[in-house]
């Protein structure tokens, strides 16, 4: 199977998040965060626990409401659009903690992926099953295994197959490499890198500082609901500020 080429990072905006405002009830979880993504782009959004990744990603794939602000995807406005017809626009996640159906086989996970966004034909859905088991070929030796008795690992594959078969626009990833042993969170990233180096624009929610931000494109720093730092990936590396909040450093 041929893999689409990349565009190159920095083209046109793909999503624009402008001052959204999200709360649980009366607690304000987001303060107004303002970011983007370009078409191409490998984007990490980096902080701690508690600091609103997750929220954030929940806002953007339609889970949580807005109290304000405006989500515009490929220059449309979205923020009130339903979850569900943002799978159809392009906009897909892979969600925190998998979400892995235990009691279906991983070509039965996978396939429920397409069930929002459904294949013009059999041979456009052959080849994106191909693709993920190309990307991910444990997933092939387990095509008929229940997702249930799959290593973390694999069922963070199984995770990121399942979101690339509703073939994204932009994919969101929400902390894959939560709970994986170093040499799976190795693969896992390169994979992600590979992904998006074959066409996807990825949008990444990460504690991982060392490995997403040397693969991103940009980033953004998160502290209690309201981003502090951003900037091209390599440079936050670099910061000492950032050295010092997530690497252990000085």
Do not use: W
């Amino acid at each position: 199977m041929t893999a689409p080429k990349r565009a190159e990072p920095g083209g046109e905006l793909l999503l624009e998040v402008a001052d959204i405002v999200v709360g649980y009830g009366r607690i304000e979880a987001l303060h107004g965060i303002s970011l983007h993504v370009a078409e191409g782009e490998l984007v990490t959004l980096l902080g701690a626990n508690g600091a609103g990744k997750t929220t954030t990603m929940r806002a953007l794939s339609g889970l949580l409401p807005l109290t304000s602000g405006r989500i515009m995807f490929e220059g449309s406005d979205i923020s009130r659009v339903p979850a569900h017809r943002r799978v159809l626009a392009g906009l897909v996640q892979a969600p925190e903690g998998r979400g892995v159906f235990p009691g279906m086989t991983v070509r039965e996970n996978l396939d429920m992926g397409c069930y929002a966004r459904p294949f013009r034909n059999k041979a456009d859905y052959a080849a994106a099953v191909e693709r993920v088991f190309e990307l991910f070929p444990r997933l092939r030796e387990r095509e008929k295994q229940a997702g249930g008795t799959l290593s973390g690992g694999e069922q963070q594959m199984v995770a990121i197959g399942r979101a690339l078969m509703a073939r994204p626009r932009l994919l969101l990833l929400d902390e894959p490499s939560m709970g994986l042993a170093p040499m799976v969170i190795q693969q896992i990233f390169r994979i992600i890198a590979e992904i998006n180096a074959t066409g996807t624009t990825v949008l990444l929610v990460e504690q991982n500082a060392r490995q997403a931000l040397a693969r991103s494109d940009r980033g953004y720093i998160l502290e209690t609901g309201a981003v502090t730092e951003s900037g091209p990936g390599r440079e936050l590396l670099d910061d000492p500020a950032v050295q010092a909040a997530y690497l252990g450093v000085g």
